[in-house]
């Protein structure tokens, strides 16, 4: 491998997040950032004056305003700071959070601040994503970000009650992690018995994605702080490293659908990331090097689905971790313990939550929702687009470079 | 690790009114293949290029995640690719952020835009002002700057002739650089008769609408001698964000344009840029802008704007041989095109437009109205 | 009576038709069934701008019928359940065409659950029945006198307040020899001084209210009692919430570029066209200016289809409506990929099913092959997505 070392590490010091939520009236966008922003502030015990750089980001065109940073530099303190603005989609936060690593890293910054924000009662959520399509052909059949291919790809490999059983579970475990969150936008409290209801009776989206699958549209803001190994270690709380991370993105047109992806695989960006990945750390089995995955899943099939890929198994490995409660807190490899993106998805900052949550995990202080265990390796991933992947590793110690 | 990342090409097409007959994707493939040419670069994952940086903007394109139209042009199916949303000025320090981690050695940096796609650019940037106080009473990057443009005149002595000869001197570069918009040659008397747009600015006093794409290859130290000879190096960067409501600040203050400069400065160890950096690229969307821009930077003396024309200080400081971007470049594509001349003229490939001797260069961009945001790079030989 | 929010049910019912806006329902000639668990079943049909509610057991012939229990309905009414979240859990149920609920939203304005409220005379009786307790004895000194407050209206009366002695006794009507008398014209305006809402000044100037007598007694009124307090709260209305409501829409022109507009311009002549990547064999449908895996220029086109084989169709139950016109594509329907004549692998054409056929429809997989389908042309084509309006079986 070619490629250079890492220049200098990176921590995670400070974190904040938003109540994610459909009604966040009381504020305006501004003011919903400093919230978040503060917090993460108060969370490393640095003021305005540290930070030296500002990354933000989110989907403009849901709230339809052009250049947000700039109404929002108030509440996002970049005034006087050099600021730089992202936006790839729903992997917008993971972008960001990739510019925190690649700014501190390089020597250029000590300190960054990454803001990933949403606020999509303030637009139409479907007609921003319908927008996302070529505007001469695809915008028009477009409608929303729905699909039921997943599952019905999963439902012909695995059986139906099988499959459906599976997304199901993962779907309550999800929701059982958002109870344990106070900042979950969504935490029904479902318990076992109603599987079987809800799996035939929960309103249909596309095929067999039911409304009970799919991923709320949410409110809120994440900010992560980011600081050089020196300025890290001198924080009072200990610092979560980041030890690397891949992007992927994949061509607009699908060209996927008409094949069994058993007999005919097509390239997803999933796997090539975590190949990719783990190959250049040397990780050789992700289900025991890991202690957490906070998986960008936007439905419970794709969670599901896509846990085989990011895991790098085969067959019905990873649908074996779901009917064992494998994922759950507790579990041999929590996924989300969070809740994930079903239970919250403020789009713009979904990805970094993703990343946050993780780096809160590793950090011993989640909340409620923290696993009981030790966790020394976090996984975190972010979706976004026409199937683009953003992939992290993050780490308790230092000292990988000579594992 | 060193401090200065090498662009090995550069290619552009031409800043054109209304490219019709091109969409985005075959804009860019006209940029991209050139610069893949020149480095012999490949997508090869362990060698070449695996992450790509792309600068677009989402109103202005019609299109949420603008940058999901030009994946497979740009060569991003399973590689990377991030988006900067704001002027291409700052995407040059942000690969350089990629680059100087140590996260990737070559990055392919394009961005594209199109202004003859809206049916008004004003509509767009009204959408930048808050929805409450500042959109509903018809604020656009047009009109905001024009207040700028009033106090800027009054305490720097410049008048409407002065405007005129920076127009007049603007389309005369442009003439020289083939890459510049057409626009027809003006006297000083056809700027001065020309309708006003929004008090003090004049309908030639602001840049026309344009098309335009481009792509950089940069590189890391270490390996830009695989792709290229003689690398121009980016060797500094610095963006600062002003506060945003127009009433809470002074105008003509300068402030993010100073702190802006001197950090990219700094990075490249200089310490007076009038005296160290031969040639400059500011982008002035609108006339008042470049003996502004000029103060901000301190090549023209503070509240000196006026005399500093009549001197001549733009023609002897070699400000914006390219025709700047009062010529046409898109709004968030002018710190490129600036870089791109910079760039030129530091690899003596400029034409009759070339400075010689020139061994440092600065180039800017602006976001917002009024010079909100401001992004300085440094170039060197 | 749903406990959680002091609302009824039958409240929320028995107020549709004062909140009815006729402009909501233009164009909507529907029933629409209420199920509520515990409570009973109503009916609202909607005709010729119009609305007529009746409480029935007889849902049959409503286009679609919410169930749900008493507090989640009433909860999703006055906002203090969130509807999306209750729908997704199951709090809440819809029988029916989901599409048509969604119209009902218009109709209606608000339901603003009324705020229990003390009447004028409520509030005099429990403020002079609060006098003694809330009396200071440490700023009563040396006084003795007697204050008689005379409220004139019919919901008013007389109050005798007797100071003495550092203590003080109130009596209904006038008792003894008044040092002062405070003629107050109107209940309300002594009701408001008492709650801070106005002052004697504005009271006097404005001619509500008369001194008889000791004048300086009567500017002692205010230091002799603690401040009363209002028992319904008399929280500041909650700070309102501005709300600003835009549609924002800008024409944009889009241009297709050589690649998109020869495949545009073939469309208006019945033909498919996709593109061939020189290096790999693969097509494109619709054709791009490159082949995103081997990163090169694609210039060969090649005919393809009209007729294909189904490979995919997602059967959508859930229309989107449109941001700009409300409107949304009747559902359900069927989005499908149809592998055109020509192609060979995953490159399949995006289009829909048309309406009738959704059931009659198999879908391929590997080698099994789908349903034969060609496309539908329209009769004046211009070059868009929709120059065909859908596919059907090929019989």
Request: negative net charge.
């Amino acid at each position: 491998m070619s490629h250079r070392k890492k220049n200098r590490h990176v921590g995670v010091v400070g974190i904040g997040e938003t109540k994610f939520s459909s009604h966040r009236e009381d504020v305006n966008q501004p003011e919903m950032i400093f919230e978040a922003v503060k917090e993460a502030l108060d969370d490393c015990g640095l003021g305005m004056d540290d930070i030296e750089c500002v990354v933000h980001g989110n989907m403009e065109l849901f709230e339809m305003v052009h250049q947000p940073d700039l109404w929002h530099s108030m509440g996002a303190l970049m005034y006087g700071k050099d600021e730089i603005r992202l936006t790839t989609g729903g992997t917008t936060g993971g972008t960001l959070a990739a510019a925190g690593d690649y700014l501190v890293a390089s020597g250029m910054y000590d300190i960054v601040l990454a803001i990933g924000f949403e606020k999509l009662q303030e637009g139409h959520t479907t007609g921003g994503i319908t927008n996302m399509a070529d505007p001469l052909w695809f915008r028009k059949l477009q409608s929303g970000a729905l699909t039921g291919s997943t599952a019905y790809d999963m439902i012909e490999e695995f059986g139906e009650e099988r499959a459906k059983n599976a997304a199901m579970s993962y779907r309550i475990i999800m929701d059982e992690h958002a109870c344990l969150n106070p900042n979950s936008h969504r935490a029904f409290g479902l318990n076992w018995d109603q599987a079987d209801e809800l799996k035939e009776n929960s309103p249909r989206l596309v095929g067999d994605l039911r409304l009970i699958h799919m991923c709320s549209q949410s409110d809120g803001a994440c900010a992560v702080i980011f600081a050089s190994e020196e300025r890290a270690k001198k924080m009072k709380k200990k610092p979560v490293w980041i030890r690397d991370h891949i992007t992927a993105h994949r061509e607009e047109t699908f060209n996927v659908f008409g094949n069994a992806p058993e007999s005919a695989p097509v390239a997803k960006t999933q796997r090539f990331c975590a190949e990719q990945l783990f190959k250049r750390n040397g990780i050789d089995d992700p289900v025991e090097y890991f202690d957490v995955f906070e998986m960008y899943d936007p439905s419970s099939w794709w969670g599901s689905d896509w846990l085989r890929d990011f895991l790098l198994l085969e067959g019905d490995e990873a649908l074996k971790l779901i009917e064992d409660k494998e994922i759950a807190i507790g579990g041999k490899l929590p996924v989300c313990p969070s809740g994930g993106v079903i239970s919250a998805n403020p789009i713009g900052a979904t990805a970094l939550v993703r990343f946050a949550e993780a780096a809160k995990q590793v950090r011993g202080d989640a909340g409620p929702h923290q696993i009981p265990t030790p966790v020394n390796h976090a996984l975190a991933s972010s979706f976004g687009g026409t199937m683009w992947t953003v992939l992290f590793m993050l780490e308790k110690e230092l000292g990988w470079e000579g594992a | 690790m060193g401090n200065r990342v090498a662009i090995c090409a550069m290619a552009q097409i031409k800043n054109e009114p209304d490219i019709w007959y091109q969409r985005m994707q075959g804009m860019l493939r006209e940029c991209i293949k050139p610069v893949l040419d020149d480095t012999g670069a490949t997508y090869d994952l362990d060698k070449g290029i695996r992450n790509i940086l792309t600068c677009s903007d989402d109103v202005f394109d019609a299109r949420t995640i603008s940058d999901n139209g030009v994946t497979d042009a740009v060569g991003a199916h399973f590689r990377g690719e991030e988006k900067v949303a704001q002027e291409s000025i700052n995407g040059f320090g942000y690969a350089m952020s990629m680059i100087l981690s140590g996260h990737d050695d070559v990055v392919l940096y394009v961005g594209h835009a199109k202004e003859s796609q809206t049916e008004s650019r004003q509509m767009c940037t009204n959408l930048a002002f808050d929805p409450f106080y500042n959109r509903p009473v018809g604020l656009d990057f047009q009109n905001a700057n024009a207040f700028q443009a009033r106090e800027y005149m009054e305490k720097s002595g410049v008048t409407d002739e002065h405007l005129a000869e920076v127009v007049v001197r603007s389309r005369e570069n442009a003439a020289k650089n083939p890459y510049a918009r057409n626009n027809d040659k003006v006297t000083a008397k056809d700027v001065m008769n020309s309708a006003m747009l929004s008090d003090p600015v004049r309908e030639l006093h602001q840049y026309p609408v344009t098309d335009w794409a481009y792509a950089f290859i940069l590189c890391c130290e270490e390996r830009a001698q695989e792709f290229c000879k003689n690398p121009v190096w980016l060797t500094g960067y610095g963006s600062c964000m002003d506060s945003y409501f127009l009433g809470d600040k002074d105008l003509t203050s300068n402030f993010s344009m100073k702190k802006a400069s001197a950090k990219a400065a700094k990075m490249a160890g200089i310490k007076d840029i009038k005296k160290e950096v031969g040639l400059f690229e500011l982008s002035d969307a609108v006339a008042y802008q470049l003996p502004m821009w000029a103060e901000g930077i301190g090549i023209a003396d503070e509240g000196k704007g006026g005399k500093w024309i009549e001197d001549g200080g733009p023609g002897k400081m070699n400000v914006n041989t390219s025709g700047g971007m009062l010529n046409g470049n898109p709004l968030l594509l002018s710190g490129a095109a600036r870089v791109a001349e910079c760039y030129l003229q530091l690899k003596g490939e400029a034409g009759n437009r070339q400075v010689d001797g020139v061994k440092k260069a600065l180039a800017h961009g602006t976001t917002g109205a009024c010079g909100q945001h401001q992004g300085v790079v440094i170039l060197e030989k | 009576m749903s406990e959680e929010f002091g609302v009824k049910v039958e409240e929320i019912f028995n107020t549709m038709e004062e909140r009815f806006r006729a402009e909501g329902a233009k164009g909507v000639d529907a029933s629409f069934g209420y199920d509520i668990a515990g409570k009973g079943k109503w009916k609202l049909t909607i005709k010729d701008n119009k609305m007529n509610l009746e409480q029935t057991d007889d849902l049959s012939g409503c286009a679609c019928t919410t169930i749900a229990d008493a507090d989640t309905f009433v909860g999703i009414n006055i906002g203090k359940v969130d509807g999306t979240s209750a729908f997704t859990s199951g709090k809440f149920k819809v029988d029916g065409d989901i599409g048509m609920l969604g119209k009902t939203a218009k109709m209606f304005r608000k339901f603003v659950a009324p705020v229990q409220e003390m009447s004028v005379r409520e509030y005099l009786v429990d403020m002079f029945a609060t006098v003694e307790a809330r009396f200071k004895p440490e700023a009563a000194a040396d006084m003795d006198v007697i204050i008689v407050i005379d409220i004139q209206d019919e919901d008013g009366s007389a109050w005798s307040v007797a100071i003495k002695d550092k203590t003080c006794k109130v009596s209904d009507g006038i008792v003894g020899t008044p040092t002062v008398t405070l003629e107050i014209s109107k209940s309300k305006d002594w009701v408001d001084l008492t709650l801070g809402k106005t002052d004697a000044q504005t009271l006097m100037a404005a001619g509500a209210g008369s001194v008889k007598g000791d004048l300086p007694t009567a500017m002692k009124w205010g230091e002799l009692f603690e401040k009363y307090v209002d028992p319904m709260g008399g929280k500041d209305a909650e700070q309102e919430l501005i709300v600003l409501k835009k549609t924002i829409s800008v024409n944009n022109r889009f241009a297709t570029g050589p690649v998109m507009g020869k495949f545009f311009n073939q469309l208006k002549k019945k033909k498919i066209l996709a593109n061939k990547c020189a290096s790999c064999g693969r097509l494109q449908l619709p054709p791009r200016e490159i082949c995103a895996e081997c990163r090169c220029d694609v210039d060969e086109f090649v005919e393809v289809g009209p007729k294909g084989e189904l490979r995919l169709m997602e059967t959508v139950f859930y229309g989107s409506p449109d941001p700009l016109t409300g409107e949304a594509r009747e559902t359900p329907y069927g989005a499908i990929n149809v592998l055109l004549d020509g192609c060979k692998g995953n490159e399949t054409m995006w289009h829909f099913l048309r309406m009738d056929q959704l059931d009659k429809v198999t879908m391929g997989r590997n080698e099994k092959k789908g349903t034969r389908l060609r496309p539908v042309w329209k009769e004046k084509r211009q070059g868009d997505v929709f120059d065909i309006l859908y596919f059907e079986i090929d019989e």
